[in-house]
């Protein structure tokens, strides 16, 4: 382990206190709808309008928990129709439940976070065709600096089904800019690194976000969302839907969003 000085921890402990001392327990609510659902660039409702909402919880010690979903289609997507009903199967799982929980402290000028993540897809079927549960866990570590934020996921199970993927990855960083008048521009990149696959499966993706606040906890925002993600139809096929096999979830595209929170 390496020496860590008593002013230096002194320090941070100074600067924890004071986070706590400036904050309180807090909760908050939102539900909205996107023109269509992409997670880490990739398109998870078929190109089609999705339905969100969650809840989070936050204490004045730094501590959080809370809970977001979604409506998808990726999973009944991923079946091939012919083979499924040969099978009798009926490869299901409409909706997306994440869970999160972690913990908030600053260290100087520096804002962290660090926390584990439970994509929980209800009901789901997808070890049927794929051998693996969708059902995914990570923990992850942030840090904020001023306008720019940089994160790191690393995925303590498989990845979203794909069979041999435990150690997968994600970094991503964004630049939050405050343009005046309730608007935000938010350039964003990241590099999904999925163990096992590389380069097959991996790739960055791409992200311009224009925010607007409303006011009165109503928001809109216009997102325009690139990868360089390629269509793999070998098993384990990924970015492909065999049922849907014209969409291409990996195309560039533009999503507009609007969102509620109370």
Known sequence: MKHVSKIVLALAVISTAAFAEESKDESSFNIGVVSQYRYRGIGQTRGKPALQGGADFSSASGFYIGTWGSTINWIKDSSDPAAATSAGQSVKGPVELDIYGGYKFQVGDLDLDVGYLRYQYLGNTLADISGANANTNELY??????????KYSHSTSNLFGTPDTKGSSYLEASINFDLGNGYTLVPHVGRQKVANYTPTLSYTDVALTLNKDLGKGLSVSLAAISTNAKQVTSTPAAYYFPSQPSYNPTKSTA????????
């Open 141 to 150: 570590g942030a840090l904020t600096a001023g306008l720019f934020t940089a």
């Open 255 to 262: 999503v507009l969003g609007l969102k509620y929170t109370f």
